[in-house]
């Protein structure tokens, strides 16, 4: 033993001596301030499509991040659970689930024996223009449980730095808008319009009202979705055709369902995040203002289709174009040489089952049902009848503790018997027991330690489950999820554009959690209440 502590000292006395000696970075003496921030993600969004589809690119879209921009070529997601609520949470705060506690899209609340929804919010109702208002349910972040960039901006200048979160996606606005924004909005297809909730407004400002009033919609009724002749592999063809009811009105219901899976609606999002930037007079006042944007038509197309698919090739490149265009709003409305920008997405996604399959890649379709069944079996033949599973959901399996009191069942012991059972299932790599993440007595690996990031002590259930690579829970064989740690789900971009970053490729191997670390740095900001992320200083001017 004593030996032992010698060693160990003696190697960290040599540790000292060898390692470099701390060098001052002048880049942090004085924060600087842009005069807007912009934060881009798209909703899911491989780190590979940036390569797959460079060839393809117009000069100032991607291409004008990835020319002048710090682009890290290796960002992962380091945490178990990649979906949209939990992956938009967690860019902008910094932190993963086990801290900010959005622990999926919904999660079972034992308490209210019912899911939640990761951005319901019961006190609050929906804000509409016209007739509309006040009619359905509205949204709110009051499951975030940390701070978030923007919440520390408004914060540090007295709520006079503005702050707007806008996506097709409700839970994106919320959860990357934070506790604080000035406003946040999202598009309501029932409505065919741009909405925000009660939470931030009690009416939507004139410009909202004009911009929905104009009907954006309107202008694609009579157009097909056609690949552009760029479009790899696609050949000009139709992707999706509108067929209307007959003597039917455009825009009517029907057909802002059709477009609200087509590439369309990310055009109309940036162009409403233009208006937002000139209506809501960004980076025009005497603070760093903040705005938040993430495009969903990439994920709604993604599932449909697979990231191998002509679909999806062709909503890149579309999206390339609407994003030139936005740039150059950005441009004339603020100034380029004012405005940083940050890339990322909140996840990536897998092949389709059916191409895992045909190319001998793993199971393709999991089953999480069986999971659920297995266990449920394993529980009964241990302990007697049960009912034993009280719910599931997208990782978790939740004991009927009522069940466990009347046959004086220990949970511990239960929760080791149902977590057994689930790992025997051939679609499931590993299952982790509430016990084991309470007692730290998770396995030294590196999929306990992205479990660990993705349990949150309050919300999660008692056996957390990790699908094996390649069993994707799709609800079909030709469409695709997400939600897993493997890499096709975890590499994103993560690009820094603007004065203060050196722009290059840097392989460093880096995260998500990192980008609101190194934009708070960066501007001199308290990080977000629980970041755990790294400012990325190699890449700091
Ligand atoms: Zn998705």
């Known amino acids: 033993m004593l030996r032992k502590t010698v060693l160990c000292s003696l190697a960290a006395i040599i540790l000292l001596a060898w390692s470099a000696p701390l060098k001052p970075d002048a880049s942090f003496a004085s924060p600087s301030r842009p005069k807007l921030v912009v934060v881009l993600v798209i909703d899911q969004f491989r780190y590979d499509y940036l390569m797959r589809f460079r060839p393809y690119f117009v000069k100032g879209g991607f291409n004008r991040l990835l020319d002048g921009g710090a682009v890290f070529t290796d960002c992962r997601y380091d945490y178990a659970t990649t979906i949209t609520g939990p992956g938009h949470a967690t860019l902008l705060t910094g932190a993963y689930p086990n801290i900010h506690g959005i622990i999926g899209n919904e999660w079972y609340d034992r308490e209210q024996k019912r899911k939640v929804y990761c951005a319901e919010d019961t006190s609050t109702h929906e804000v509409a223009s016209g007739d509309e208002a006040g009619t359905a349910p509205g949204f709110s972040p009051r ?99 509108f067929q209307p009811s007959a ?46 944007v993430s495009l969903s038509e990439n994920d709604y197309i993604g599932h449909r289709f697979g990231p191998y698919s002509v679909e999806v090739a062709d909503v890149t490149l579309r999206t390339d174009r609407y994003l030139a265009k936005f740039f150059d709003d950005l441009d004339k409305s603020v100034g380029l040489d004012n405005v940083w920008i940050a890339f990322s997405a909140d996840h990536g996604v897998a092949p389709t089952p059916a191409f895992i399959q045909e190319h001998k890649l793993g199971i393709g379709l999991a089953r999480p049902a069986a999971v659920r069944e297995a266990a449920e079996k394993a529980l009964t033949q241990a302990f007697g009848p049960g009912p034993w599973i009280e719910a599931e959901d997208e990782v978790h399996l939740f004991l009927n503790r009522d069940t466990l009191k009347a046959r004086n069942v220990a949970e511990a012991k239960a929760e080791e018997v149902a977590a057994e059972a689930a790992a025997a299932q051939p679609d499931i790599e590993a299952a982790f027991t509430r016990t084991q993440f309470v007692t730290g007595s998770l396995p030294n690996s590196p999929i306990a330690r992205k479990a660990a990031n993705s349990f949150n002590f309050k919300r999660s259930g008692d056996v957390f489950l ?45 995260q998500p959690i990192d980008l609101a670390a190194t934009l708070a740095a960066r501007l001199g900001l308290t990080q977000p209440s629980g970041a755990q992320g790294m400012p990325l200083a190699s890449a700091l001017k």
């Open 466 to 510: 990790v699908f094996a690579p390649y069993a994707v829970p799709s609800s079909t064989f030709t469409g695709t999820t997400h939600g897993t740690p493997w890499n096709y789900d975890a590499q994103v971009p993560l690009i820094f554009w603007g004065s203060a970053f050196k722009p290059g490729f840097y392989a460093t191997p880096c």
């Open 143 to 241: 499951n975030l449980t940390a701070s978030t960039l923007g919440d520390e901006l408004r914060i540090a200048t007295n709520f006079r730095a503005k702050a707007v979160s806008i996506s097709l996606k409700d839970r994106a606005a919320v959860l990357m808008g934070g506790h604080t924004p000035s406003a946040a909005y999202w598009y309501d297809t029932g409505l065919g319009g741009f909405v925000s909730s009660s939470y931030y407004m009690s009416a939507l400002p004139a410009w909202v009202d004009d911009f929905d009033k104009q009907t954006p919609t309107k202008s694609y009724c009579g157009q097909k979705w056609q690949a552009l002749p760029e479009t790899p592999d696609a050949k000009g063809k139709v992707l999706s055709d």
């Open 247 to 292: 003597g039917a009105a455009c825009p009517d219901a029907k057909f802002l369902r059709w477009l609200d899976n087509t590439p369309f609606m990310n055009e109309i999002e940036l162009g409403f995040a233009s208006d937002a930037v000139r209506s809501e007079h960004l980076g025009k006042g005497p603070e760093t203002d903040i705005l938040t």
